[in-house]
């Protein structure tokens, strides 16, 4: 059987040396959330690049349900902070905690002219994807 792609190596070494080294650029693609199925239908996307001031709910780990405004994307570490998701250092300090973006959904959007324009682009490409099938499935 032939690779699924060329431009990635399917190599474990190879591709943890891609994940940790990538550059910014591609780590905000990598650090991609889930949208809520109320927005999946809305926009026509099932996952979009996090952002700051986006509003997610947690669905894994130790914080399950919780929900808040993201409060900074930490791209060099793969995590995001989110409001009111914290902890207490022994010297009292409070901390944010990280989640990765996948353990998320995006409950609302904070969408400007850019962001909406990524989301006309992905439900295009998703149309014209489906567009095709159907004619595979004519022939």
């Known amino acids: 059987m032939a690779k699924a792609n060329k431009a990635i190596h399917s190599s474990r070494r190879k ?16 650090m991609s959330a889930p949208l809520s199925k109320e927005l ?10 996090i952002r700051k001031d986006d509003e997610v709910t947690v ?20 995590v ?7 902890r207490e250092k022994s010297n009292g300090q409070s901390v944010p905690i ?3 973006p996948s353990k998320c959904v995006v409950t609302k959007l904070k969408l400007d002219k850019d962001r909406e324009k ?4 992905i439900a295009k490409g998703r149309e014209m ?3 095709l099938k159907e004619k595979e499935k004519a022939k």
């Not at 999946?40 to 099932?46: D, F, L, M, P, Y």
């Not at 990524?118 to 682009?121: A, N």
């Open 15 to 30: 591709s943890r040396k891609a994940h940790f080294a990538a550059p910014s650029g591609e780590r905000r693609v990598i």
């Open 40 to 49: 999946r239908e809305k926009h026509n996307a099932r996952s979009i690049p």
């Open 59 to 78: 669905i894994r780990g130790a914080n399950k349900g919780r929900e808040g405004k993201v409060i900074s994307v930490y791209r060099l570490k793969y």
């Open 80 to 86: 995001i902070h989110v409001e009111r998701l914290t």
């Open 98 to 100: 990280g989640v990765h």
């Open 118 to 121: 990524i989301l006309e682009r």
């Open 129 to 131: 994807r489906a567009t």
